[in-house]
Nanobody, 124 residues
Framework: QVQLAESGGGLVQAGGSLRLSCAAS????????MGWFRQAPGKEREFVAG???????YYSDSAKGRFTIFRDNAKITASLQMNSLKPEDTAVYYC??????????????????WGQGTQVTVSS
């Protein structure tokens, strides 16, 4: 089993920045893919950004140019730096992970491991 612990999040004004971090523990393998998803009220959970086991990064169209994902393999963490935040970025952000999958997934279904979620609120 893999456990994911998220930190960061909070309330910020539009145009501001936040950094989310996700630390993996437990039976982690070097082939761990990690991603960030978000879910706003009344909407489906959607992909935001991710990093695969070899360091390749992936972004949603809404995140490109504003968000950056970092991976620290020594600490098995994936951090998401979010800049130029907009009110539409308001959501609960979840960290997700999977292992032994060669292709990176941008949909939530294939991920067996999830964090508890952290609220991000962007005021206008």
């Amino acid at each position: 089993q893999v456990q994911l612990a998220e930190s960061g999040g909070g309330l910020v004004q539009a145009g501001g920045s936040l950094r989310l971090s996700c630390a993996a523990s437990g039976r982690t393998l070097t082939t761990l893919n990690m991603g960030w998803f978000r879910q706003a009220p009344g909407k489906e959970r959607e992909f935001v950004a991710g990093v695969n086991w070899s360091g390749g990064t992936y972004y949603s169209d809404s995140a490109k140019g504003r968000f950056t994902i970092f991976r620290d393999n020594a600490k098995i963490t994936a951090s998401l730096q979010m800049n130029s935040l907009k009110p539409e970025d308001t959501a609960v952000y979840y960290c997700a992970a999977d292992q032994l999958r060669p292709d990176f997934q941008k949909v939530p279904g294939p991920y067996p491991y999830w964090g508890q979620g952290t609220q991000v609120t962007v005021s206008s």
